[in-house]
């Protein structure tokens, strides 16, 4: 299984590609096709939420977490240039995640964090 990789955004097409591998990292790790879909569709939602592959680049970071007994998905969402972010952006991408982490890096990049858990 391969545990880390990261896709630099310049255009949708990248969104799709990193939409594909989370999900293909979700179906290695053994989630139901419910939550691979989850965690799929979350990251291509964020994606569209920061603007990633239209106005905005950036990256998208995915890899498989350990903690004690739990496995999951992380999924880590860089968005470049830092334009204007208001909480309502993110939609409906909360309920899909068990966590979601929003940050303002020192590079004033916004990041943004999403972990699915295997049930």
């Known amino acids: 299984m391969n545990h880390s990789q990261t896709i630099t955004v310049r255009s949708e097409v990248d969104v799709v590609i990193a939409r594909m591998k989370v ?3 979700a179906r290695e790790l053994g989630m139901p096709l419910a939550d691979q879909a989850r ?6 939602s964020l ?7 239209k106005a905005r680049h950036g990256q ?3 890899d498989c977490l350990r903690n004690g007994d739990r496995m999951g998905v992380r999924v880590i969402c860089v968005k470049k ?3 204007a972010y208001t909480p ?3 939609g409906d991408t909360r309920w899909m995640v068990d966590e979601l982490i929003i940050e303002t890096l020192p590079s004033l990049d916004m990041q943004v964090t999403l972990i699915k858990w295997l049930s």
């Open 60 to 62: 998208i970071t995915m």
């Open 23 to 25: 999900r293909e990292m």
């Open 47 to 53: 994606a569209g939420a920061l603007e990633m592959g």
């Open 39 to 44: 965690i799929s569709l979350a990251t291509s």
């Open 88 to 90: 309502g952006n993110l």
């Open 81 to 83: 240039e830092g334009a």
